[in-house]
T-cell receptor, first 114, second 111 residues
Framework: GENVEQHPSTLSVQEGDSAVIKCTYS??????FPWYKQELGKGPQLIID?????GEKKDQRIAVTLNKTAKHFSLHITETQPEDSAVYFC?????????????FGTGTRLQVTL | EPEVTQTPSHQVTQMGQEVILRCVPI?????FYWYRQILGQKVEFLVS????????KSEIFDDQFSVERPDGSNFTLKIRSTKLEDSAMYFC?????????FGPGTRLLVL
């Protein structure tokens, strides 16, 4: 089955700096890669996603890149703010159907310091 | 903005008891999911549900677990005889296509 690795497990940046979180996946058939932000005591909130036919996607301060050949994808947050502090999860979805499960990475705890 | 809701937010139960976790998916969504997250760990898939039947289930989803859509709005997860290791946060999610939207979760504590 699919296996998703995520690094780093913790990341501390100063406000205004950029943060990069990287994930690799094992199943070359995976075709959809969402990123979720989870704040303490809450459910995962989708922040951005990318499909396998696209190499990069940007939404304001957040961008995601995908390298299908290397089977890795990354989340980039620019001009970080204290409210960006949370745990971020990458995930991969297989191609077996619309209701295919998401396989999550182990999470990155991002701390944005003043 | 429509969202997935879950009840209860917290549930404490004794080992061996049955629990039912409830979810109201986003109204026009057709695909429903349950995931769980043990404290400090990653989110793990349990089961997906479409057209009134299970589409896919993980090895975690054994005979002690069942899901049901009892009416047009609710989606439930039942654990028949809870074990200590079932203590976790349980998330319901729904989707219209591949993008899954998660609820706030139910924290289950089995004593």
């Amino acid at each position: 089955g699919e296996n998703v690795e995520q690094h780093p497990s913790t990341l501390s940046v100063q406000e205004g700096d950029s943060a990069v979180i990287k994930c690799t996946y094992s199943d070359s058939a995976s075709n959809y890669f969402p990123w979720y932000k989870q704040e303490l005591g809450k459910g995962p909130q989708l922040i951005i996603d990318i499909r396998s036919n696209v190499g990069e996607k940007k939404d304001q301060r957040i961008a995601v890149t995908l390298n299908k050949t290397a089977k890795h994808f990354s989340l980039h947050i620019t001009e970080t703010q204290p409210e960006d502090s949370a745990v971020y999860f990458c995930a991969a979805k297989g191609s077996t159907g619309t209701a295919s499960k998401l396989t999550f990475g182990t999470g990155t705890r991002l701390q944005v310091t003043l | 903005e429509p969202e997935v809701t879950q009840t209860p937010s917290h549930q404490v139960t004794q080992m061996g008891q049955e629990v039912i976790l409830r979810c109201v998916p986003i109204s026009n969504h057709l695909y429903f999911y349950w995931y769980r997250q043990i404290l400090g760990q990653k989110v793990e898939f349990l089961v997906s549900f479409y057209n009134n039947e299970i589409s896919e289930k993980s090895e975690i989803f054994d005979d002690q677990f069942s899901v049901e859509r009892p009416d047009g709005s609710n989606f439930t997860l039942k654990i028949r005889s809870t074990k200590l290791e079932d203590s976790a946060m349980y998330f319901c999610a729904s989707s219209a296509s591949e993008t899954q939207y998660f609820g706030p979760g139910t924290r289950l504590l089995v004593l």
